[in-house]
């Protein structure tokens, strides 16, 4: 089994940080990719930004300037550095993991955080 347990939502104010932390944990082999997608209400959850094995990045050009995704791989944790935060960044922020056990390949999703731009 893997989980993927994500911390570091919240309220902000516009033009506010803040910062997202996921770490995985469980019968891990590898991490092929970790990273971040959101879900606004009444949107289809999009990507945000991804750290893909070799360390090759994939953002959403929404947030580009804006926001950094890192990882720290002796902690099998990922982390979302948000800044200039917009009330349109508002949304349930979903950890995401590509992640191989002994039994094969998998997808994983976290619980998501909330996180809400308003003044």
């Known amino acids: 089994q893997v989980q993927l347990v994500e911390s570091g939502g919240g309220l902000v104010q516009p033009g506010g940080s803040l910062r997202l932390s996921c770490a995985a944990s469980?019968?891990?082999?590898?991490?092929?990719?970790m990273g971040w997608y959101r879900q606004a209400p009444g949107k289809e959850r999009e990507l945000v930004a991804t750290?893909?094995?070799?360390?090759?990045?994939n953002n959403a050009d929404s947030v580009k300037g804006r926001f950094t995704v890192s990882r720290d791989n002796a902690k099998n944790t990922v982390y979302l550095q948000m800044n200039s935060l917009k009330p349109e960044d508002t949304a349930v922020y979903y950890c995401?993991?590509?992640?191989?056990?002994?039994?094969?390949?998998?997808?994983?999703w976290g619980q998501g955080t909330q996180v809400t731009v308003s003044s």
């Open positions: 750290i893909i094995s070799g360390g090759r990045l």
């Open positions: 995401n993991a590509v992640i191989r056990t002994l039994t094969g390949l998998y997808n994983y």
């Open positions: 469980g019968n891990i082999v590898s991490i092929n990719a």
